[in-house]
Structure formats: structure tokens, C-alpha cells
């Protein structure tokens, strides 16, 4: 039997990993549903509140510049490096498949595979910055 270990991280600015909360953004779901809005005025709720949170994390002096998947795959390279591994397969749901193919990209040397499951079209990839990663060490 093939034993492996299974490594899920919470990338930058989601989870345990420094939350950038945005609760304007958090709640337009909920107001959508009870005033019954159509996508058109949801997608505008989504884009105010969006521009308030950030507002309010350049006020708060928050470098989003550092919040990119580029860097997010440094860090899950570092992070398994600090592990012990040279290789592992990766498994992206999400933003995690856009993680993932740039992993692929950028540390080919250590991705042994990748799975992608359920790719966002692009207008809706940012609504989900909270989608986890989940990485299959061998």
C-alpha cells in the first residue's frame, strides 16, 4: 500500500494565515437573496463593496501588491521545502487550479502533477480569494 501525506495551507490573506477580511464583500450574497436583486445589481453590490475594501486596506497601509498568485506559489514552495519535500502533486478546486498552473509555471521542477477541478470563469475567480489549496505530498 502507497502511503502519502496530504497538505492543505491557508494562502496569503485567507483563513489562519493573516485574514484580510472584507465583511462589506462578505455580506452582498445574503442582501441579494432577501431583495431579490438580478446578477446585474448583484455584480454592482459586489464591485462597491469590493472598492470600499480596499479603501479600507490602503488606509490601513495593507500592500495588497504582495497578494498575487505568483507570490502565493514562493510561498507554498517555501513552505514544502521547509517540509522536506523536493517533489509533491498538487490538487486545485477554484482559484486553487489558477494556483496551481502557476506553480506549474513558475517551480516546474517541483510539481510532479497537477489536478484541476472546477475552474471559475474570470469575472467571478475574484468573488473567491477565500478557495483553498490543497497540496498532495508524496
Given at each position: 500500500?502507497?502511503?502519502?501525506?496530504?497538505?492543505?495551507?491557508?494562502?496569503?490573506g485567507?483563513?489562519?494565515?493573516?485574514?484580510?477580511?472584507?465583511?462589506?464583500?462578505?455580506?452582498?450574497?445574503?442582501?441579494?437573496?432577501?431583495?431579490?436583486?438580478?446578477?446585474q445589481?448583484?455584480?454592482?453590490?459586489?464591485?462597491?463593496a469590493?472598492?470600499?475594501?480596499?479603501?479600507?486596506y490602503?488606509a490601513?497601509?495593507?500592500?495588497?501588491?504582495t497578494?498575487?498568485?505568483?507570490?502565493?506559489?514562493?510561498d507554498?514552495v517555501?513552505?514544502?521545502?521547509?517540509?522536506?519535500?523536493?517533489?509533491?502533486?498538487?490538487?486545485?478546486?477554484?482559484?486553487?487550479?489558477?494556483?496551481?498552473?502557476t506553480?506549474?509555471?513558475?517551480?516546474?521542477?517541483?510539481?510532479?502533477?497537477?489536478?484541476?477541478?472546477?475552474?471559475?470563469?474570470?469575472?467571478?475567480?475574484?468573488r473567491?480569494?477565500?478557495s483553498?489549496?490543497?497540496?498532495?505530498?508524496?
Amino acid at each position: 500500500m502507497i502511503s502519502s501525506d496530504f497538505i492543505a495551507f491557508d494562502f496569503r490573506g485567507t483563513g489562519l494565515s493573516g485574514k484580510l477580511a472584507c465583511t462589506e464583500y462578505d455580506s452582498v450574497l445574503a442582501d441579494a437573496l432577501k431583495e431579490k436583486l438580478t446578477e446585474q445589481q448583484t455584480d454592482m453590490r459586489y464591485d462597491a463593496a469590493m472598492d470600499l475594501c480596499l479603501e479600507r486596506y490602503a488606509a490601513d497601509g495593507v500592500d495588497l501588491s504582495t497578494y498575487d498568485s505568483a507570490t502565493i506559489v514562493e510561498d507554498m514552495v517555501e513552505l514544502m521545502t521547509a517540509l522536506g519535500y523536493d517533489e509533491w502533486n498538487l490538487i486545485g478546486g477554484s482559484y486553487g487550479t489558477r494556483l496551481a498552473l502557476t506553480a506549474v509555471r513558475d517551480a516546474p521542477e517541483h510539481i510532479r502533477s497537477a489536478v484541476l477541478d472546477a475552474r471559475r470563469a474570470g469575472d467571478r475567480c475574484r468573488r473567491r480569494a477565500h478557495s483553498v489549496v490543497r497540496v498532495q505530498a508524496e
